[in-house]
């Protein structure tokens, strides 16, 4: 845990959150700003930074937590659809140094804006290996 951080003290307990689901490793609340009534965030237990600081155990574990919680808000909500999202620096919009995930419930026409303009094609199997030469 670290102390100067406040998603560790929300995980924790230590500062009350609206909780949507705990368990010993997780603690999934409602985003204080959020981009649609319902929109969770799923928080580690264990602080990371982000996806390259949080262990693999926890990491295999998240996206289990996203789909029960993702499949209970469907049934609640109603919604359409759920964008599962997660940010990792500032460059990608990252704002809280303490690793998460979104779990935005869409509707059809809500106007919430999550696209990119795709970029001309590149050497895709150059790329592609070279990155697969640095997966360890
Ligand atoms: P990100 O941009 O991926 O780092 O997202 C950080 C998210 O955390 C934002 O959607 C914030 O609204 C949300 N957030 C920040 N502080 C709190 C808080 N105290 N309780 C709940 N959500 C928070
Ligand atoms: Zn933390």
């Known amino acids: 845990m670290d102390n100067n951080c ?13 909780t949507v689901y705990e368990d010993g490793e997780f603690r999934v ?8 009534k319902g929109h969770c965030i799923i928080l580690p237990k264990e602080h990371a930074a982000n996806i390259f600081e949080l262990s693999e155990e926890t990491a295999g574990k998240i996206f289990a937590v996203a789909k029960k919680v993702a499949t209970a808000m469907k049934e609640e909500l ?43 094609a590149y050497d895709f199997a150059a790329v592609a290996s070279a990155i697969a030469a640095k997966i360890q």
């Open 78 to 120: 109603g919604c359409e659809g759920i964008n599962v999202l997660q940010n990792n620096g500032e460059a990608a919009g990252q704002t809280v140094f303490h690793v998460h995930m979104h779990l935005i419930p869409r509707y059809k026409g809500d106007g919430i804006q999550m696209h990119w303009t795709p970029q001309e």
């Open 6 to 18: 406040i998603f560790c003290k929300i995980a924790a307990g230590e500062i009350p959150s609206s």
């Open 29 to 36: 609340i409602m985003d204080i700003s959020p981009a649609a």
